[in-house]
């Protein structure tokens, strides 16, 4: 991967914010399909726009800013006039009030499953985006993928975004306006840019939120309760349940929200035993409030941030990292489970005895019936 443009051109312009990795992971938390807007522009150095700034972080060390050997200056901007705002924006950005360490040894006390994963996956927060970018942003996600819905998002900037500046002979833009995309030309422009239904959503969206609630609108729903700010999304075109959690969750702080899909499903149904729902082919109402409510009751007001952790882990561009959880299995771990194995083998085996038993018994019975009759007849 090429050597950074920006980077290489001096340390005086960029200012750095020491934090362990423990707290924050770039490669992971950028990268799980929160955000689609995050390109890894050189090894562990990341570039995307933030409220209209481009923003490069890094994960690489730096000795000038690292006071502890676990430290590191993740969060890497430019310098500009007023650095503390700077400072501030991307400590909200990162949401790095929240201790993160405290919340994984909370879950990990409380889930066993989770705990066993932590190990590998650290440093997976969930961040404040801006409401407008993340609501439109995950309309585009309807039947589509990360890498696709990266695209989406991009062309998305290019076309209706106010130009940013040229880094690297790439182009950045801001993220569209309400009133940019709600034009009635958008959905046209949209479509022909492979948009599909969703360009109707995503004009029809914007100019109902315009016309019956306001630019402010979005903004203001970070005050409401959560299922209060889950329905008024959901009265949007192309806004349905899971949609909804995922924008209160990564932009409206509502950190009890989970969103849940067909993948979110399966890893209840495979790692927690969930039942509920099994003759189902497709997500409920019901049963996403369900299992909701059994990760909230599980991991608490955070579980949001929890069930992030599970998903990224699930993903298939990062197996290579859940692979190495196999290694690191404690074997106190892996001999509790041959063990348990064993004994199921061995239950197993018993019950196939006993019904051996009984069926034999049975055979007995019939062919002592038999004789007798045969005897009868005989006489």
């Known amino acids: 991967m090429a050597k950074h443009t920006v980077l290489s051109s001096g340390a005086k312009l960029w200012r750095s914010l020491a934090c362990a990795k423990s707290e924050l992971r770039l490669d992971l938390t950028l990268a799980c399909g929160q955000s689609f ?3 890894e522009t050189a090894e562990g150095h990341w570039t995307g726009v933030i409220r209209g700034r481009l923003e490069n972080k890094s994960d690489n060390r730096f000795k000038e800013a690292v006071k502890k050997e676990e430290e590191e200056p993740v969060a890497v901007t430019p310098v500009h006039q007023d650095t503390k705002e700077e400072e501030e924006m991307l400590r909200d950005y990162f949401q790095l009030n929240v201790k993160l360490g405290d919340l994984y040894r909370e879950w990990g006390a409380a889930d066993h499953h989770f705990k066993h994963i932590a190990d590998i996956f650290t440093g997976i927060r969930m961040l404040r985006q801006d409401p407008t970018e993340c609501l439109f942003s995950f309309i585009c996600t309807s039947n589509n993928h990360i890498t696709r819905i990266q695209g989406m998002v991009e062309r998305l900037c290019q076309s209706l975004g106010a ?3 040229q880094l690297d002979q790439t182009s950045y833009h801001n993220f569209p306006s309400l009133s940019a995309l709600a034009d009635t030309s958008v959905e046209a422009r949209l479509r022909d840019l492979g948009f599909g239904y969703r360009a109707r959503f995503l004009q029809q969206s914007a100019k109902q939120i315009l016309d019956t609630h306001g630019i402010q609108w979005l903004e203001g729903l970070r005050s409401a309760p959560y299922l209060q700010a889950r329905d008024a999304l959901r009265t949007l075109p192309g806004v349905g349940t899971k949609v909804a959690d995922c924008v209160c969750l990564m932009s409206l702080d509502k950190a009890e929200a989970v969103p849940i899909d067909t993948h979110v499903w399966q890893i209840a149904k495979r790692d927690y035993n969930y039942g509920c729902g099994n003759g189902q082919k497709t997500i ?4 996403h409030r369900d299992i909701g409510d059994f990760f909230r009751k599980l991991w608490g007001p955070y579980a949001g941030w929890a069930q992030s952790v599970l ?4 993903l298939k561009k990062f197996q290579n990292l859940k692979e190495m959880l196999h290694m690191k299995r404690p074997k106190k771990e892996e001999n509790d489970e041959e063990e348990n ?3 199921e083998l061995t239950v197993a085996g018993k019950k196939r ?3 051996k038993e009984k069926m034999d018994t049975v055979k007995n019975i019939k062919a002592k019936a038999g004789h007798h009759k045969k005897a009868k007849k005989s006489a």
């Open 163 to 165: 130009p940013l500046c």
């Open 341 to 343: 194995d064993e004994e």
């Open 284 to 287: 409920t109402d019901k049963l």
């Open 353 to 355: 005895k006993i019904k």
């Open 311 to 314: 998903f990224c882990a699930d």
């Open 37 to 39: 807007r995050w390109r």
